[in-house]
Nanobody
Framework: QVQLVESGGGLVQAGGSLRLSCAASGRTFSSSAMAWFRQAPGKEREFVATISWSGYSTNYADSVKGRFTISRDNPKNTVYLQMNSLKPEDTAVYYC???????????????????WGQGTQVTVSS
């Protein structure tokens, strides 16, 4: 059974930092693109960041560019999201996602991802 388990969320003041982790089990994703999405209350799920299987290619939503960094550790089957200079508008449930297919580069649209975690809450107070 494939599982993606996010951790590292919490409550932080504006300007602070958090590091999210997503540990995968049940199969290896070392050859698959992975990504982070988020969903704020009353809003649709939106793309945050994505990383290619090799880790060499990344892409970010304009709203987080320069503040968030996505990375991965393939031997650990884990992807990370370092979030700095957090703003109240970053408050959301953050989801990890992984593609079933290997290869390719990175993917922004959620339809490209077949496995999803349960999410971790990030709350940024002003």
């Amino acid at each position: 059974q494939v599982q993606l388990v996010e951790s590292g969320g919490g409550l932080v003041q504006a300007g602070g930092s958090l590091r999210l982790s997503c540990a995968a089990s049940g199969r290896t994703f070392s050859s698959s693109a992975m990504a982070w999405f988020r969903q704020a209350p009353g809003k649709e799920r939106e793309f945050v960041a994505t990383i290619s299987w090799s880790g060499y290619s990344t892409n970010y939503a304009d709203s987080v560019k320069g503040r968030f960094t996505i990375s991965r550790d393939n031997p650990k089957n884990t992807v990370y999201l370092q979030m700095n200079s957090l703003k109240p508008e970053d408050t959301a449930v953050y989801y990890c996602a992984a593609r079933a297919a290997g290869g390719g580069s990175y993917y922004i649209a959620s339809v490209n991802y077949h496995y999803w975690g349960q999410g971790t809450q990030v709350t940024v107070s002003s």
